[in-house]
């Protein structure tokens, strides 16, 4: 399975026409079914080829955990 980070960096899109409700930033590939972010044009390129299965998505955010410093 394909996970986003295979595809690279994050490649953003910009909105023309002013701001959009949240909601609308997504549409359903008509191929996969998957939510799509039209935000991330790295998403919006990979749901445009014929043949693909779903993106296996990942969280962004990582935590570092530091030790305690002794006072």
Same mark, same amino acid.
């Given at each position: 399975?394909?996970?986003?980070?295979?595809?690279?960096?994050?490649?953003?899109?910009?909105?023309?026409?002013?701001?959009?409700?949240?909601?609308?930033?997504?549409?359903? +590939?008509?191929? +996969?079914?998957?939510?799509?972010?039209?935000?991330?044009?790295?998403?919006?390129?990979?749901?445009?080829?014929?043949?693909?299965?779903?993106?296996?998505?990942?969280?962004?955010?990582?935590?570092?955990?530091?030790?305690?410093?002794?006072?």
């Amino acid at each position: 399975m394909t996970m986003l980070s295979d595809l690279g960096p994050p490649t953003p899109g910009k909105l023309h026409g002013g701001d959009i409700p949240e909601k609308q930033h997504f549409y359903q +590939c008509p191929y +996969c079914g998957q939510k799509v972010d039209q935000r991330d044009l790295r998403q919006v390129y990979y749901h445009e080829g014929p043949r693909h299965e779903p993106l296996e998505l990942e969280d962004g955010a990582t935590i570092i955990i530091f030790p305690r410093l002794q006072e």
